[in-house]
Nanobody, 116 residues
Framework: QVQLVESGGGLVQPGGSLRLSCAAS????????MGWYRQAPGKQRELVAA???????TYTDSVKGRFAISRDNAKNTVYLQMNSLKPDDTAVYYC??????????WGQGTAVTVSS
């Protein structure tokens, strides 16, 4: 069983930055695809960024050039650096872990509010 614990959310002004962290338990982290989803009020959950076992990354168009996903295998942690934040980035952000085999795991979510 894998547990994901997110941190780093909060209130930030437009143009500001936040770094989200997601710490994973277990030994499959380095073999897994890691990612971040978000869900804004009244909207569907969307994939924000994913990092595929250190081989490649993908981002939704609205965050390209502003957000960066990275991982530290020694710490079993994936990060989402968010710069130039906009009010439209306000959402609950969820960490996900896709193991090579088996179901996807979800974190509990961390709220990000971008407002002046």
């Amino acid at each position: 069983q894998v547990q994901l614990v997110e941190s780093g959310g909060g209130l930030v002004q437009p143009g500001g930055s936040l770094r989200l962290s997601c710490a994973a338990s277990g030994s499959i982290f380095r073999f897994a695809t890691m990612g971040w989803y978000r869900q804004a009020p009244g909207k569907q959950r969307e994939l924000v960024a994913a990092e595929i076992r250190g081989e490649s990354t993908t981002y939704t168009d609205s965050v390209k050039g502003r957000f960066a996903i990275s991982r530290d295998n020694a710490k079993n942690t994936v990060y989402l650096q968010m710069n130039s934040l906009k009010p439209d980035d306000t959402a609950v952000y969820y960490c996900i872990l896709d193991p090579p085999i088996g179901p996807r795991y979800w974190g509990q979510g961390t709220a990000v509010t971008v407002s002046s």
